[in-house]
């Protein structure tokens, strides 16, 4: 499945050779040291909550091997080991400066022995087949190179029965509210990264968030790469959405 979606050749820097997977993974290297702060200041905290409601998705299976792909510095990984009590986390990343501070956070946390992050990508992760009883994503297909190529790789790598739960920025169908949220993360939120980071990042994610195959239109990708019983849950009017299905 080769498929390209709009969102697919968005891209942090437009007229660069790169492709867009090297090209994030610079973008996330030059935001890393500012990352958590930004998000926390930017979502307001709301982030933390939209996360917890995501891995509640996956209770009912009670996951002893889990996989966090796009993890970042791992936030959904070390909630993931307290929310779930799984026996192992493998969180993997393009982005080995994103690793590297969730690897400090993990070992400041007493959480080594269950987390494990380690450089992957998601077009070719490096598990056999039937591995995982749970994938995560969050904030991170929007990411993919390839969108179908991804969800199919996870797909593969899930073990009948499993789960994948997405958690994703969409937009919000409340007029007035829209209006604002339009506001804040297309230009509030892109001065406020350019004054302690890089602004060019919170650009792109403007401009990938409106790109993005969202709702009913992604659950028909989860659908066409292979997963069934799909959901969308939308939250807080619409900002962000959980997505689910099982292999």
């Known amino acids: 499945m080769n498929n390209q979606y709009l969102h697919d050749k968005v891209v942090p820097q437009n007229g660069s050779d ?13 935001i890393a040291p500012r990352y958590d702060f930004l998000n926390r ?31 970042g510095t791992g936030d959904v990984a070390i909630m ?9 986390i493998i969180g993997i990343d393009i982005s080995e400066k994103m690793l590297e501070g969730g690897r400090k956070k993990i070992d400041n946390k007493g959480l080594a022995t269950i987390i494990e992050l380690q450089s992957g990508d998601s077009e070719t992760i490096n598990f056999p087949d039937n591995t995982f009883d749970a ?24 073990k009948p029965g499993g789960r994948l739960a997405v958690l994703e920025f969409s937009k919000p169908w409340l007029p007035g509210f829209s209006a604002v949220c339009k506001w804040y993360i297309g230009k509030l939120s892109p001065a406020i ?12 994610l403007n401009n990938s968030i409106n790109a993005f195959p969202e709702g009913k239109a992604f659950e028909a990708v989860l659908t066409k790469t292979g997963f069934k019983h799909t959901q969308c849950k939308p939250l807080t009017f619409g900002i962000c959405s959980i997505y689910t299905g099982d292999k």
């Open 193 to 204: 990264a350019g004054t302690v980071s890089n602004k060019q990042a919170y650009q792109y």
């Open 135 to 158: 994938v995560t994503v969050a904030f991170g297909v929007r990411n993919f190179e390839n969108l179908e190529k991804g969800l199919t790789e996870i797909n593969r790598v899930l």
């Open 80 to 88: 993931a080991a307290r929310q779930l009590t799984p026996q192992k």
């Open 41 to 71: 200041f930017l979502s307001l905290g709301i982030d933390k909550g939209w996360r917890r409601k995501a891995l509640n998705q996956l209770k009912e299976l009670k996951p002893q091997l889990i996989l966090d792909v796009a993890t």
């Open 18 to 30: 790169k492709s867009k997977k090297e090209q994030v993974a610079e973008m996330f290297d030059s």
